[in-house]
């Protein structure tokens, strides 16, 4: 969804608006108050990324929320639509991530040491150029190995981000357009594995990542550098995309 | 490969369910550790068996039968065995056998598969041990 322009109505024009929506329920004073809060949507949507869902998305969801909060805002209290709107929207945004992004809701702690172990390994790859191992990673945390191998099993039920996510906070741009050469990708890849065309379903997205792990023979710390997210984040995307290729060959089974 | 003496052996012995893959990535992961690969390796060895029981579980097979996994350790690789693989997926007859071998032979050193009684196969697969600076 484009971004509108900023709102250029104002406080009482806004109160005045409402009163004869509230009244009439008239789509185009609907649509003028949509667009006129637009950008508290997408600015809102925007506290939610790098949480491995694109922008667009979120965009979308806070959008909804702020439909909603335009229908249910009473505009005889003496409380400004955006005071309203905004737990509104956030609101829409969490039950989003609640209801479908995480699979499993982890407890917090280990929530917590999901995300700690995630820096560390970061860190660690960004320090010594290769990826650590469970003994190191559990010493420079002061855990027990079996810890961080919970920790990283239990990363699987966080959610999977997918390859539109934004790369950093104040990035818009995409995975892909830092991995490049997708084409190239599907072609070699359909033809090392001859699936005869199998490749196809996937989104040029995986098949990229794809083509970096078994053409190319990165390590995922070395795609994680390229495309500057963790390698953790790229040990998830990796088995979602092989589950993904598996699961439609075996829907597809003819040789 | 020179002969080198086993130092240890890790067995497992799983009724196919459709959590098995999931308990076999953690045995996996635990296991990869201890021998000194580096979470990247890891991963490998967990891809790889998991493509294994993925081929295993989608056989149909009927329930209650086991899966054998043997971790083996040797000083410069480890080895892990896994009965029983119901075809010779090896030979690539057909899309799932060739991306199951693809992918194998790209996470591991070596891929090797041996017939065992009932008309099924057990797979090896080794993952050398890299000599990290």
Do not use: W
């Not at chain 1, 560390?120 to 810890?147: D, L, T, Y």
Request: proline share 4%; hydrophobic share 40%; aromatic share 6%.
């Amino acid at each position: 969804m484009p971004r509108r322009a900023n709102n250029t109505l104002n406080r009482e024009a806004i109160q005045s608006l409402f009163r004869t929506y509230q009244k009439t329920r008239d789509p185009g004073i609907k649509n003028v108050l949509v667009d006129a809060h637009l950008d508290l949507a997408h600015s809102l949507a925007r506290r939610f990324l790098n949480r491995g869902e694109p922008l667009d998305d979120l965009v979308q969801v806070a959008s909804m929320g702020l439909l909603k909060a335009i229908d249910r805002f009473d505009p005889d209290r003496n409380v400004q639509f955006t005071t309203y709107a905004v737990p509104t929207i956030v609101g829409e945004l969490k039950r989003y991530f609640r209801d479908r992004v995480s699979t499993i809701r982890l407890p917090r702690g280990l929530r917590e040491r999901t995300h700690a172990l995630n820096n560390a390994v970061q860190k660690f790859s960004q320090q010594h150029g290769r990826s650590p191992n469970v003994a190191e990673i559990a010493r420079e945390m002061s855990i027990s190995e079996e810890e961080v191998i919970e920790g990283l099993e239990s990363s699987e039920s966080v959610s999977v981000a997918s390859l539109n996510t934004s790369s950093g906070e104040e990035s818009d741009l995409s995975l892909l357009d830092i991995i490049g050469g997708e084409d190239k990708a599907l072609q070699i890849l359909d033809e090392r594995l001859s699936l005869a065309g199998a490749m196809s379903f996937l989104s040029q997205r995986e098949q990229s990542l794809l083509y970096l792990r078994f053409v190319e023979g990165l390590s995922q710390t070395e795609i994680a550098g390229r495309l500057r997210i963790s390698q953790m984040h790229v040990s998830r995307l990796l088995r979602r995309t092989l589950q993904s290729l598996r699961q439609n060959l075996t829907t597809n089974k003819a040789t | 490969m020179a002969k080198t003496k086993t130092a240890d052996t890790i067995c497992l012995t799983l009724y196919q369910r459709s959590l098995l893959p999931k308990i076999v990535r953690l045995a996996t992961a635990g296991v990869a550790s201890k021998a000194g690969f580096n979470l990247d390796e890891a991963d490998d060895l967990q891809t790889a068996l998991e493509e294994l029981l993925r081929l295993h579980l989608a056989e149909d097979n009927p329930p209650g039968g086991n899966l054998c996994i043997r971790y083996s350790f040797f000083s410069d690789r480890l080895e892990i065995i896994t009965r029983s693989i119901p075809r010779n997926f090896l030979d690539g007859a057909n899309k799932i056998d060739r991306y199951a071998r693809f992918i194998l032979e790209k996470v591991a050193d070596r891929v090797e598969e041996s017939p065992i009684p009932d008309g099924e196969f057990e797979v090896k697969i080794v993952k050398n041990l890299p000599v990290h600076g």
